[in-house]
């Protein structure tokens, strides 16, 4: 088993011990298309400090694309993700009425909080937790099972992912009845924030991100090239940041790509939309794209996260592949399979 698998991750501190350093502004979004104070995390953190409410401060909640990125920078150990999704959620329930997308969140919620389990697959099997976006495209995802050999869970939890992300309370039933049917396997997920979640709802489970199950295939790896920038998903990367930056360094020396890491080692989101942009209320921009290609000599873009390719194509001409579409050997791709067994 790939030996960047779990660790339990140290217990978080609150808004209360934020000291006001300010890394987490040096690698914000928000801040970077913004510049305002207030749309950052150590502007929410000091908010709270001194009392402001969460009506107050609903312009930065919204905002946050809950990329991840302040998190391992805040030496303070601070869960300012966690804190915006608990935000979110409390905003959310403020809300009267709730805009439409949330309200049927709620009731499909609901819905599967009510039905049974839809996960019928051995419990020793690895399983692979497509998301919607990969679900969608399904010769893509034809190639990822081919190059991992995982069954494909019917239930993979989207709908408990967006309600992270929105803000949307979730039945513990259907919470509960989701984790049990991931109990014993090692899983692969294509949604950064719900793997996070994972990590703290399963801690003795054997889980990771998409973009690391693929580039450890040599049918993958193989086909990466020093003109190449690959795109980390920054959502698992910074949820399991020490690990990842471990991980990543290693790729990197034996392919010679790029990575879109600034001088933090943070990941660079190639898109940051935040809770407008999500509900469909605003639209996004392309900052992020663009400073990601500044000074770059890339021939091609390698992105683990289908939702980056718009963003590249719309500011560039390069080619814009996704991980799994170097994996082109059949032979190799069957010597691999073995690995996840």
């Excluded at 663009?290 to 873009?301: D, V």
Aim: net charge neutral.
């Amino acid at each position: 088993m790939p030996a960047f698998l779990a660790r339990a991750p140290a217990a978080p501190r609150d808004h209360a011990a934020c000291s006001g350093c300010s890394l987490c502004v040096l690698v914000c979004p928000m801040w970077r298309g913004s510049h305002d104070p207030r749309l950052t995390p150590e502007g929410l953190a000091k908010g709270l400090q001194s009392g402001a409410t969460v009506a107050q401060l609903a312009g930065a909640i919204a905002a946050c694309s809950l990329c991840g990125a302040c998190d391992p920078v805040c030496p303070e150990r601070i869960d300012l993700s966690g804190l915006i999704m608990d935000l979110r959620l409390r905003l959310a329930n403020a809300q009267t009425p709730q805009p439409a997308v949330m309200a049927e969140l709620s009731a499909r919620l609901q819905q599967a909080a009510g039905a049974a389990a839809a996960n019928a697959v051995s419990r020793s099997a690895p399983v692979l937790l497509p998301g919607p976006d990969l679900r969608g495209d399904a010769a893509l995802l034809a190639r990822v099972q081919a190059l991992l050999g995982l069954t494909v869970f019917d239930d993979d939890g989207a709908d408990i992912a967006l309600a992270l992300e929105l803000g949307v309370e979730i039945p513990q039933q259907r919470l509960h009845a989701f984790l049990d049917s991931l109990r014993g396997h090692t899983i692969v997920a294509t949604d950064g924030l719900l793997l996070r979640q994972l990590r703290r709802w399963l801690p003795g489970s054997q889980r990771m991100g998409l973009g690391p199950a693929l580039s450890t295939r040599a049918a993958v790896r193989s086909n990466l090239a020093p003109s190449d920038l690959y795109v980390i998903e920054p959502r698992a990367f910074h949820g399991d940041y020490e690990r990842m930056v471990g991980y990543y360094d290693r790729l990197q020396r034996e392919t010679g790509c790029s990575l879109s890491l600034d001088l933090q080692r943070i990941a660079i989101p190639a898109s940051s939309p935040g809770l407008p942009q999500r509900l469909g209320l605003a639209a996004g921009d392309d900052v992020q794209a663009k400073w990601i290609l500044q000074g770059r000599k890339s021939a091609r873009i390698v992105i683990e996260s289908l939702a980056d390719r718009a963003a590249f194509e719309r500011v560039c001409d390069l080619p814009v592949v996704h991980l799994a579409e170097l994996g082109e050997d059949p032979e190799m791709m069957k010597k691999d399979r073995h690995a996840f067994g």
